[in-house]
T-cell receptor
Framework: KNQVEQSPQSLIILEGKNCTLQCNYTVSPFSNLRWYKQDTGRGPVSLTIMTFSENTKSNGRYTATLDADTKQSSLHITASQLSDSASYICVVSPGAGKSTFGDGTTLTVKP | SAVISQKPSRDICQRGTSLTIQCQVDSQVTMMFWYRQQPGQSLTLIATANQGSEATYESGFVIDKFPISRPNLTFSTLTVSNMSPEDSSIYLC??????????FGQGTRLTVV
């Protein structure tokens, strides 16, 4: 069964600190892995999309890594800001067929 | 990239009524996806809508409850029929990129009273 597990479920950090979110998956075959940021009451916004051959991709203060061998990904947020408070969702796609969504990590950045 | 306009952004509806949600994309796309996100949970795929064919529904979702239209490559609607409080959720449309969803609308927050 295809699964995507994210950890931690929730995280509270102080403004300016860094943090790392984890995503482990068992989806097979693998086409791409995406990280989304979802603000409360809004639709998800894509942060990064990585294919099998990519192991790092950055988008501003967000850096995603992918280890396709161990089927793990991480999202590192540098110098966090209050606006980073959101849910971060990891999604893995097999290419053809339905994507598998993680349950998300809720990040709260406090001043 | 694709810009998706979804409306209404929110609505409060009486039980037993129906609500149609519209999704407009600024470019032609083959696949459009409809999701439901219940409070505190991640997204659940309702159906995949391809232009010119019947929508494909996921387990637990049926056409009578969630009829979908896809009249052209830039537009789709999802109707939530005969609503009950259990249908209170955020409903999202998404468009495909290379065969998978990539861009989401802002969502429709539905409350059924």
């Amino acid at each position: 069964k295809n699964q995507v597990e994210q950890s931690p479920q929730s995280l509270i950090i102080l403004e300016g600190k860094n943090c790392t979110l984890q995503c482990n998956y068992t989806v097979s075959p693998f086409s791409n892995l995406r990280w989304y940021k979802q603000d409360t009451g809004r639709g998800p916004v894509s942060l990064t999309i990585m294919t099998f051959s990519e192991n790092t991709k950055s988008n501003g203060r967000y850096t995603a890594t992918l280890d396709a061998d161990t089927k793990q990904s991480s999202l590192h947020i540098t110098a966090s800001q209050l606006s980073d408070s959101a849910s971060y969702i990891c999604v893995v796609s097999p290419g053809a067929g339905k994507s598998t969504f993680g349950d998300g990590t809720t990040l709260t950045v406090k001043p | 990239s694709a810009v998706i306009s979804q409306k209404p952004s929110r609505d409060i509806c009486q039980r037993g009524t129906s609500l149609t949600i519209q999704c407009q994309v600024d470019s032609q796309v083959t696949m459009m996806f409809w999701y439901r996100q219940q409070p505190g949970q991640s997204l659940t795929l309702i159906a995949t809508a391809n232009q010119g064919s019947e929508a494909t529904y996921e387990s637990g979702f049926v056409i009578d409850k969630f009829p979908i239209s896809r009249p052209n490559l830039t537009f789709s609607t999802l109707t939530v029929s005969n609503m009950s409080p259990e249908d209170s959720s955020i409903y999202l449309c998404s468009v495909g990129l290379a065969g998978t969803e990539a861009f989401f609308g802002q969502g429709t927050r539905l409350t059924v009273v």
